[in-house]
């Protein structure tokens, strides 16, 4: 079963405003509240950023909102920082045998 | 300090085995579900195996259905996968993750390397 569907980059300079946006079905993002976004920085462990399409596990900075319409669900970044550059990768709870999909994962650039 | 250290990676021919297990602290492990999730070198997260916290619910990825079974035990705070008939493409950095509920994970370990060449 395919994965969600993500940018492989996006990029924006500091202080800027960035959208990273994860396309999935109605069997998946469209059909469920449980779109969780990750951020990963090279040779570290992922780390939640969103969890329930918009909600901030404590600690996260509140730079980084989550949205969702229709099939796609979307990770907003304000005030870019140079920390922000990184991996993101957005997941969903589908209905199927597989209960857990990843997107692709989007590389950000900070300029 | 909440931790999940991973081991047991390492260097398997194809069709051969492994058992990785995963050590948690600094939390009640058996009030939370856990799942394993790898990645590839150089490629994205692939969720594989998740386990409810009293064993009763289990599901794999397709790709690794009856292939690799995942179990906890709870008196022991340890979460494991054992691998068996392991295929050329399960060469990956293996994450055990903590399930917070609402389908999301937010605590992970820092992987342990399985190569299978």
């Known amino acids: 079963q395919s994965a969600l569907t993500q940018p492989a980059s996006v990029s924006g300079s500091p202080g800027q405003s960035i959208t990273i946006p994860c396309t999935g079905t109605s069997s998946d993002v469209g059909g469920h509240n449980y779109v969780s976004w990750y951020q990963q920085h090279p040779g570290k462990a992922p780390k939640l950023m969103i969890y329930?399409?918009?909600n901030r596990p404590s600690g996260v900075s509140s730079r980084f909102s989550g949205s969702k319409s229709g099939n796609t669900a979307s990770l907003t970044i304000s005030g870019l920082q140079a920390e922000d550059e990184a991996d993101y990768y957005c997941s969903s709870y589908r209905s199927s045998s597989t209960p857990w999909v990843f997107g692709g994962g989007t590389k950000l650039t900070v300029l | 300090e909440v931790q999940l250290v991973e081991s047991g990676g390492g260097l398997v021919q194809p069709g051969g085995s492994l058992r990785l297990s995963c050590a948690a602290s600094?939390?009640?492990?058996?009030?939370?579900?856990m799942s394993w999730v790898r990645q590839a070198p150089g490629k994205g997260l692939e969720w594989v195996s998740f386990i409810s916290t009293t064993s009763g619910s289990i599901h794999y990825a397709e790709s690794v259905k009856g292939r690799l079974t995942i179990s906890r035990d709870n008196a022991k705070n340890s979460l494991y996968l054992q691998m068996n008939s392991l295929r050329v493409e399960d060469t990956a950095l293996y994450y055990c993750?903590?399930?917070?509920?609402?389908?999301?994970?937010?605590?992970w370990g820092q992987g342990t390397l399985v190569t299978v060449s």
């Open positions: 329930a399409v918009s």
């Open positions: 993750a903590r399930d917070c509920g609402d389908y999301s994970f937010d605590i």
């Open positions: 600094g939390f009640s492990f058996t009030t939370y579900s």
